[in-house]
């Protein structure tokens, strides 16, 4: 029986050493310690956005480490009218799209004319744009809207009587 009561200490103190370490947060592998993040930049939309093209949010905010990742969170409701019309919804760093580690996008096509406001949420991870790795410092977020090319032009609308919102959280990787 007291074999059996050592093991079971040794389980209790490995275990209360392993939620030690991960409440810590401090990543070894990657050297970030993710008891010092929590730089989210947030933002709030009201105003309805009717445009087909071009910029529907943006905000301003600071990376403060080099080996982070973002975290891009937009959420509103979206909709395109036009028989075979799709538009596609983007994040951009300093007028870049995200490429690593994919791009971080969301389409919407309408194979019929109907006018449905649907809750859409773009959420990805971004490492680095065409320009590069992003570095600490202030940079700026945008939320773009655009026509896909190989499918028709529609009439798109983004917040209708709703409020969207917008986040970048500085995260540790792997994430």
């Keep these: 029986m007291r074999p059996l009561l050592a093991l079971a ?22 050297g970030c310690d993710k008891r010092s993040l929590g730089y989210n930049y947030r ?15 943006s905000m301003p905010f600071k990376k403060k480490y080099a080996n982070t990742v973002l975290r891009l969170t937009y959420s509103s409701n979206i909709r395109v009218i036009g028989a075979g019309a799709t ?3 983007s994040f951009q760093i ?48 945008t939320v773009n809207i655009g026509h ?7 009439d798109a609308y983004s917040n209708w009587e709703s409020t969207s919102f917008l986040e970048v959280q500085e995260m540790c990787p792997p994430y």
């Excluded at 933002?43 to 949010?57: F, L, V």
């Excluded at 919407?108 to 065409?130: F, S």
């Excluded at 896909?148 to 529609?154: A, P, S, T, Y």
């Design 87 to 89: 538009v596609r919804y």
């Design 94 to 141: 300093d007028g870049h799209e995200c490429l690593r580690p994919t791009p971080v996008d969301i389409g919407m096509h309408k194979a019929q004319a109907v006018n449905d406001h649907v809750p859409a949420v773009l959420l990805g991870i971004c490492e680095a744009t065409a320009a590069g790795p992003i570095g600490p410092g202030g940079h700026a977020i």
């Design 9 to 30: 200490a040794i389980a209790v103190i490995i275990a209360i050493s392993f939620v030690q370490d991960v409440t810590a947060g401090y990543d070894n592998n990657y």
């Design 148 to 154: 896909v090319q190989r499918h028709g032009k529609g």
């Design 43 to 57: 933002s709030t939309y009201n105003d309805r956005k009717g445009q087909d093209t071009g910029t529907i949010a």
